[in-house]
């Protein structure tokens, strides 16, 4: 069992930043990938941010430019820091954890998520 415990949320004006952070524990072993999603009441939860254990990087195309995906190993440790936010960044933000057990059995365990307000 993984857990994932998101913090960092708020409210920012238009333009600012903010910083989450993932706090992961437990079975850490063969966890391939580490992402950040973000969902808003009605709509489909959308990947925003991702890195491998190969630290390769992803982001979606609203997130290129803006956000930076890191992570600390040594503190099982994930972050995402958000810059120029627009009110359409306002969601519920999960960090995500994927486990690839093998080339056939998978799991992916999330956080409870924290909320992102961009509002003037």
């Known amino acids: 069992q993984v857990q994932l415990v998101e913090s960092g949320g708020g409210l920012v004006q238009p333009g600012g930043s903010l910083r989450l952070s993932c706090a992961a524990s437990?079975?850490?072993?063969?966890?391939?990938?580490m992402d950040w999603y973000r969902q808003v009441p009605g709509k489909e939860r959308e990947l925003v941010a991702s890195?491998?254990?190969?630290?390769?990087?992803n982001y979606s195309d609203s997130a290129k430019g803006r956000f930076t995906i890191s992570r600390h190993n040594a503190e099982n440790m994930l972050y995402l820091q958000m810059n120029s936010l627009k009110p359409e960044d306002t969601a519920v933000y999960y960090c995500s954890a994927h486990r690839q057990y093998s080339d056939i059995l998978s799991e992916t365990y999330w956080g409870q998520g924290t909320q992102v307000t961009v509002s003037s």
């Open positions: 437990g079975d850490l072993l063969n966890i391939n990938s």
């Open positions: 890195i491998t254990s190969d630290d390769t990087t």
